[in-house]
């Protein structure tokens, strides 16, 4: 799916160069997924490319965690004409709200934009549980982990990438006498 990546690059998404990230660590490239889905058919057709891996699961809902998983999970359910909801934080703990409820046995599919670790599709995951779901699969358009994150269901992802993450203090960058910049402070 390398059009995917291409499509990053287009637009500022994934960019390349020698980040400080809020973690502290140094990366040679950074994403930020809402770039690439500002474009409504931009969103529909990676929307529609995720749920053509499911269409034989007759899935009952999807469902993402929220801000992340938003915009390109409104669009997964759009493609498989299915309701969508969302969990989000509520002091720090994934919670369902805004009245969302779900019925015994519910097939749901969750649909995030990035994995990293899998931590908050797992968290997703727990909350929907919780409140009587069955979770299914899961699925995002990028894996940063290139396939290692285990969130307990099967899961796919459109593009697959190793995105390598430095200690400032063994960064490859710095060590080439390179200065570490955070995200959008220059161009
Ligand atoms: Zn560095």
Same mark, same amino acid.
């Given at each position: 799916?390398?059009?995917?990546?291409?499509?990053?690059?287009?637009?500022?998404?994934?960019?390349?160069?020698?980040?400080?990230?809020?973690?502290?660590?140094?990366?040679?490239?950074?994403?930020?997924?809402?770039?690439?889905?500002?474009?409504?058919?931009?969103?529909?057709?990676?929307?529609?490319?995720?749920?053509?891996?499911?269409?034989?699961?007759?899935?009952? &809902?999807?469902?993402?965690? /929220?801000?992340?998983?938003?915009?390109? $999970?409104?669009? %997964? @359910?759009? *493609?498989?004409?299915?309701?969508?909801?969302?969990?989000?934080?509520?002091?720090?703990?994934?919670?369902?709200?805004?009245?969302?409820?779900?019925?015994?046995?519910?097939?749901?599919?969750?649909?995030?934009?990035?994995?990293?670790?899998?931590?908050? &599709?797992?968290?997703?995951? /727990?909350?929907?549980?919780?409140?009587? $779901?069955?979770? %299914? @699969?899961? *699925?995002?358009?990028?894996?940063?982990?290139?396939?290692?994150?285990?969130?307990?269901?099967?899961?796919?992802?459109?593009?697959?990438?190793?995105?390598?993450?430095?200690?400032?203090?063994?960064?490859?960058?710095?060590?080439?006498?390179?200065?570490?910049?955070?995200?959008?402070?220059?161009?």
């Amino acid at each position: 799916m390398d059009h995917i990546l291409e499509h990053f690059r287009q637009t500022d998404a994934l960019l390349d160069g020698h980040f400080l990230l809020s973690s502290g660590l140094h990366s040679p490239n950074y994403l930020q997924c809402a770039l690439a889905l500002q474009e409504p058919y931009d969103a529909e057709r990676f929307g529609r490319a995720i749920a053509d891996n499911f269409r034989e699961l007759e899935i009952h &809902t999807v469902a993402s965690p /929220a801000i992340g998983g938003l915009v390109i $999970g409104f669009a %997964v @359910a759009q *493609a498989l004409d299915v309701r969508f909801i969302w969990t989000e934080r509520q002091e720090g703990v994934m919670t369902l709200r805004r009245g969302f409820t779900l019925k015994p046995g519910e097939k749901i599919l969750v649909v995030e934009d990035v994995i990293t670790t899998g931590g908050s &599709t797992r968290e997703c995951i /727990a909350a929907l549980e919780s409140n009587g $779901g069955n979770v %299914v @699969a899961a *699925a995002s358009i990028i894996d940063r982990s290139n396939g290692v994150a285990d969130v307990g269901v099967p899961r796919i992802a459109l593009v697959k990438m190793d995105v390598p993450t430095y200690q400032p203090d063994s960064c490859p960058l710095c060590a080439g006498g390179d200065v570490a910049y955070k995200p959008g402070s220059r161009k």
